[in-house]
């Protein structure tokens, strides 16, 4: 089992920057990438950023060039560095593991982030 913790949410004005972290521990070997998601209020849960074992990394369209996926092995831990945060960026932030065994998938307990116009 993997545990996930996010942190590093809050509220920042528009313009501004946040990083958030994703804290996993337990069966972290299992672990072959990282995905972070966001959910804004009367919206489905939209995937914004991947990162996996050899560092390879990809965004979402309304993301990319703003937010940077990075990852601490040594630490394990992943975070989600965001900069030019727009109102529209509000949403709770989930960290999600894809695993090599069952249950294949985690998830934290998400942070909020608030943009203020």
């Known amino acids: 089992q993997v545990q996930l913790v996010e942190s590093g949410g809050g509220l920042v004005q528009a313009g501004g920057s946040l990083r958030l972290s994703c804290a996993a521990s337990g069966s972290t070997f299992s672990i072959n990438a990282i995905n972070w998601y966001r959910q804004a209020p009367g919206k489905q849960r939209e995937l914004i950023a991947t990162?996996?074992?050899?560092?390879?990394?990809n965004y979402a369209d309304s993301v990319k060039g703003r937010f940077t996926i990075s990852r601490d092995s040594a630490k394990n831990r992943v975070y989600l560095q965001m900069n030019s945060l727009k109102p529209e960026d509000t949403a709770v932030y989930y960290c999600n593991a894809f695993q090599t065994i069952r249950p294949y998938s985690s998830w934290g307990q998400g942070t909020q982030v608030t943009v203020s116009s």
């Open positions: 990162i996996t074992t050899d560092n390879s990394t």
